[in-house]
Structures are given as structure tokens and as C-alpha cells.
């Protein structure tokens, strides 16, 4: 790169999904790789996620997607149900892959992160790092970007911003971006034993609230919540009592697994996400990507996903010794107009959720039952999302060779 010899140098700022898939994806195309987390430890904080077939896709050109396919629990039927356990729409994993070519595989996110965080070699992830970006560098000269670290100042070839909705490093390189606001909507998170009895994968339609329940490995299940309500609102008590009053009476399984967590199991999240888009993922050396660049309402499922396909994409745009800055603009061009029609989708249906009229609600019901809405719904909600294809399937047995052998270098520290 800018006609060096040497092996460029990528900083990586935040260690969450996307940051370490970009961060994997960049090593297996040559790159020396540090990861700098501000936490103490890769723990991730949240529950599970479900990945889609595109981020699976995603997930297979840095060899990951077969080890998270394993781990699918999701063989029969599925839908969208109300509140008294009524089915609105049905569908199942066989129509899904029929439709999108693969599965929706729900896992904890701390095991994406293990499986992630394992292609890189020892060294490359270094927790307790705060990192602030100083300089973001200039692309079409020799200024390398700057991350000033509690050990000293980083030099990097190329700095990603992968440091989520409070991103330090979006406002640094767009100070004039009016950033996130509020979607409107609250949720909560659980992971729990798998309830006593039967059950189908669900979501579940309320008036102002929706709850999910997803089947992970390990005889546990995720599930998920959401209600309209103010910004910045709490439980007077806590959030599993709060759980309780809002669904308590809905159909099983649902007050079976809120029973089943203790109080301090239950994650509960504002929803903000960024309606006016960015005008690029890059400026000079920087890079953003994930909840950094656009956060996005989880109504569609797709935040996870989203930030998984932009570090696959940045890598592919950016080979070890070629045109950064023509790699940078190619990777806002694939991912910014994407990003902004998920995230545009996501919040109309973050709209029809905090829905709380009940004769609105009712029109809403009967529209999902009707045959043109009500079979297939769910999946057909995901037509131009799910089926998305990385621009290439594997990293050449060469590359990934090349990777391995040159092992971890490191940043260079100035004290």
C-alpha cells in the first residue's frame, strides 16, 4: 500500500461482531491486525442473535459459517402470533431456505464472538484499551492515522470505527452528523432454560409490544421484547417485574420463561437509531462500520447481520498493497445506500409495533391473516435483505497461507 513494501498495519477500535469479522476478514488478506477493546474482557454484552442467510454467507468467506450453521436448532414451524397464542402467519426453516438458500441459525452472541475472536492469532485482541482516534489520516498521502492508547500513540495504515452506537469515532470524522434518535420503542433481552413443553419459534404482535422466542443450543432459548414507551423510562421495581406486568397474561411459553430468570438476567436497551444516513462510511484513513456507522431499530433483526457483511465488504475492498482510497470509497459506495434502506425498513416496522389504537391494531391483524399478507409474511419481509451475496465466496488458499505464516507484528508505540 502507497508503494510500500511492508505489511500494512489495520487498528481495529471496538471488539464487538463486526469489529472482530472485519478484523478476521483483514488478516486473511495479509493485514496485521490490532484490536484495541475497552473492556476488560470479550464478553459481549447482550443475549443472542439470530443470524440470516446473509450473514452466514458473510460469515463463509472468513470460514466461519459452518461452524455457526452446527449450531442451528430451528427444524419445524414458525410465525407471527397475538397475544391470546392466536397464529397470524406461519412459516417454517424449509420454506426459509427454499426462499433464501440457507438458515436463520439463533445463537448466543458470545459464542459468535468466541468463533470470531478464535481466527486471530494470540496477541492481535488487547482488552482494557480505551482508544481514541487523533488523526484519521489522509489517504491520498503519506499521512498514516493516529490512536492514542493508555500505552501510547498508534500509527495505522487504516483505523475502523467499530465502537457501536456511542461511537467515539463517527463524531470524530462527521462533527456536523446530528447522530442517533430515539426510535421510539424500549426493549428487553433474556436468555432462559428452554420452557416444558413444546413450542414453535415465535413473535408475538401486542398492542404498543411484541415479544419473540428464538431456540438456542444448550437447552436454552433467547427471547426478546419491545414496547412503545418514553425515552430514558425504568421500572420503578425491576425489569423481570416489569417483564410480568407487560406480558405476563400473554400465551405460553411467555410467562414461563420470564419466571424462569432472575432479575438481574433481564437486559433492557432504548432503541436509537440514525434516520439521516452519513454521507460516507470513510474519511481519510477511517472507516466505520456496525452500529458506528448506522444503527438501526431491531425490528428486522438485521443489526448484527448488517455489521457482520460490512467488515466482509471492507476487507474485500481493501487488499493489502492496493488504492486505499479507492478501496474506502468502494466500500461506502456498496455499503451506505444498503445500510440506509435496512435501516429505513427497520423503522417502518418499529412504526407498526408502537401501533397502540386497537381498531389499528385489529386492521393490522386481519391484514396478516389474509392470504395475500398472512403465508410466507415474514420471509417476504426479508426479500432483498436475506438473499444478499458477499462479492466473493473464500479467501484464495494462498491468501489465508500468507496470513498464517506472517502471523502478528503489532502496532508500532510511540511512549
Do not use: C
Not at 60 to 73: K, M, P, S
Not at 230 to 257: M, N, Q, Y
Not at 341 to 352: D, F, M, N, T, Y
Amino acid at each position: 500500500m502507497d508503494n510500500r513494501t511492508a505489511t500494512p498495519h489495520a487498528v481495529v477500535i471496538g471488539s464487538g461482531i463486526g469489529g472482530l469479522t472485519a478484523a478476521v476478514a483483514l488478516h486473511a488478506r495479509g493485514w496485521h491486525v490490532t484490536v484495541l477493546e475497552r473492556a476488560a474482557s470479550l464478553q459481549p454484552v447482550g443475549a443472542g442473535i439470530g443470524l440470516a442467510p446473509n450473514s452466514l454467507r458473510a460469515l463463509d468467506v472468513i470460514g466461519v459459517g459452518d461452524e455457526i450453521r452446527a449450531l442451528a436448532t430451528w427444524q419445524g414451524d414458525g410465525g407471527m402470533r397475538t397475544p391470546s397464542g392466536r397464529w397470524l402467519a406461519r412459516t417454517s426453516a424449509k420454506a426459509a431456505v427454499e426462499r433464501f438458500g440457507d438458515l436463520l441459525v439463533p445463537v448466543h452472541r458470545a459464542t459468535l464472538i468466541d468463533a470470531l475472536a478464535s481466527r486471530l492469532p494470540d496477541g492481535v485482541v488487547r482488552t482494557g484499551s480505551p482508544a481514541t482516534l487523533t488523526d484519521p489520516g489522509a489517504a491520498t498521502e503519506g499521512r498514516r492515522a493516529q490512536v492514542t492508547t493508555p500505552d501510547g500513540d498508534i500509527e495505522a495504515d487504516l483505523v475502523i470505527g467499530a465502537d457501536g452506537i456511542n461511537s467515539a469515532v463517527r463524531p470524530a470524522l462527521f462533527p456536523g452528523h446530528p447522530g442517533p434518535s430515539y426510535a421510539g420503542l424500549t426493549t428487553w433481552r433474556v436468555v432462559a432454560p428452554t420452557p416444558d413443553g413444546p413450542f414453535d419459534p415465535h413473535e408475538t404482535w401486542g398492542r404498543g409490544a411484541l415479544w419473540g422466542t428464538q431456540p438456542l443450543t444448550g437447552g436454552r432459548v433467547y427471547a426478546y421484547a419491545a414496547a412503545a414507551a418514553p425515552a430514558g423510562a425504568a421500572a420503578p421495581d425491576d425489569e423481570r417485574a416489569e417483564l410480568l406486568r407487560r406480558f405476563g397474561t400473554w400465551h405460553d411459553p411467555i410467562p414461563a420463561i420470564i419466571d424462569s430468570v432472575a432479575p438481574d438476567q433481564v437486559l433492557r436497551h432504548d432503541v436509537r437509531h440514525l434516520t439521516t444516513p452519513l454521507p460516507a462510511f470513510h474519511r481519510g484513513r477511517t472507516a466505520l462500520l456496525g452500529d458506528a456507522a448506522h444503527p438501526m431499530a431491531p425490528t428486522l433483526g438485521q443489526g448484527g447481520n448488517q455489521a457482520i457483511e460490512d467488515g466482509v465488504v471492507l476487507a474485500h475492498h481493501l487488499p493489502p498493497h492496493g488504492d486505499l482510497a479507492a478501496g474506502l470509497a468502494a466500500y461506502s459506495a456498496a455499503r451506505v445506500p444498503r445500510t440506509t434502506g435496512i435501516v429505513r425498513a427497520s423503522a417502518r416496522v418499529a412504526r407498526l409495533l408502537t401501533l397502540t389504537s386497537a381498531p389499528v391494531v385489529a386492521l393490522r391483524e386481519a391484514l396478516m391473516t389474509l392470504s395475500r399478507f398472512g403465508p410466507g409474511l415474514a420471509l417476504r419481509t426479508f426479500d432483498g435483505i436475506a438473499d444478499w451475496r458477499p462479492p466473493q465466496h473464500t479467501y484464495s488458499d494462498q491468501a489465508q497461507a500468507q496470513a498464517q505464516a506472517q502471523g502478528h507484528e503489532g502496532g508500532r508505540v510511540r511512549r
